[in-house]
């Protein structure tokens, strides 16, 4: 089945853990991408990938590190995570390099920062 | 910097009324817009895309218009059932970047 995976989907942490959220998506999509959403502020972009090793600055990138070393991955990293991204986070991605064809998003994971 | 408002932000109909939700964005330079939609607890499916050349895109009850030149969209749900109920969203991907925009949505509930 074609989809988007996101691990953990629930995590509860401490101001200054560093985290990882994963992301993996099995439809050879060039574009991936990662949001987060807050009540009243809607979906609001972190990071994006056109292709391997190449990312890009969303809107609100402060605070979040990603890579992409392979296709199929796309890590969201909180090297110390604050009350503040305490959010709803969502990964997608998107068939080719451009934004001109739909997203695919994953379930979502929410993160409560103590 | 691009910007995108959906009104109403809440929406409550009786079973099989028609409705119109809309979205409105500041850039005209967009490549295409997409309608999602979202369940509680749950991920964004996709509706319907629209690309900027398009004037309409229909998938069932569903229809999605837009106007670029006046930066509106609107999303067209014919015979509204139950199960139509979710938070509907629009987003734009700024032309020249590879970024997207989201609306804050509005939030449909479909009276039995």
């Known amino acids: 089945e074609a989809q988007v995976t996101q691990n953990p989907r629930y995590l509860i942490t401490v101001t200054g853990k560093k985290l990882t959220v994963t992301c993996s998506q099995n439809?050879?999509?060039?574009?991936m991408s990662w949001y987060r959403q807050d009540p009243g502020l809607g979906l609001r972009q972190i990071y994006y990938?056109?292709?391997?090793?190449?990312?890009d600055k969303g809107d609100v990138p402060e605070g979040y590190k990603v890579s992409r070393k392979e296709k199929r991955n796309f890590p969201l990293i909180l090297e110390s995570p604050s009350p503040n991204q305490t959010s709803l986070y969502f990964c997608?991605?998107?068939?080719?390099?451009?934004?001109?064809?739909?997203?695919?998003f994953g379930p979502g994971t929410r993160l409560l920062v103590l | 910097k691009q910007e995108v408002t959906q009104i109403p932000a809440a929406l409550s109909v009786p079973e099989g009324e028609n409705l119109v939700l809309n979205c409105s964005f500041t850039?005209?330079?967009?490549?295409?817009l997409q309608w999602f939609r979202q369940d509680p607890g749950k991920g964004l499916t996709s509706l319907l895309l629209?690309?900027?050349?398009?004037r309409e895109q229909t998938s069932g009850r569903l229809n999605a218009s837009l106007d670029k030149s006046s930066g509106r969209s609107t999303l067209y749900i014919a015979a509204s059932q139950p199960g139509d109920s979710a938070t509907y969203l629009c987003?734009?991907?700024?032309?020249?970047?590879?970024?997207?925009?989201f609306g804050t949505g509005t939030r449909l509930k479909v009276l039995a």
């Open positions: 997608a991605s998107s068939p080719g390099d451009r934004p001109e064809e739909t997203q695919y």
């Open positions: 439809m050879n999509h060039e574009y």
């Open positions: 629209i690309q900027s050349s398009q």
């Open positions: 987003a734009v991907p700024t032309s020249g970047t590879y970024k997207y925009i």
């Open positions: 850039d005209s330079a967009i490549y295409n």
């Open positions: 990938s056109m292709n391997v090793e190449v990312t």
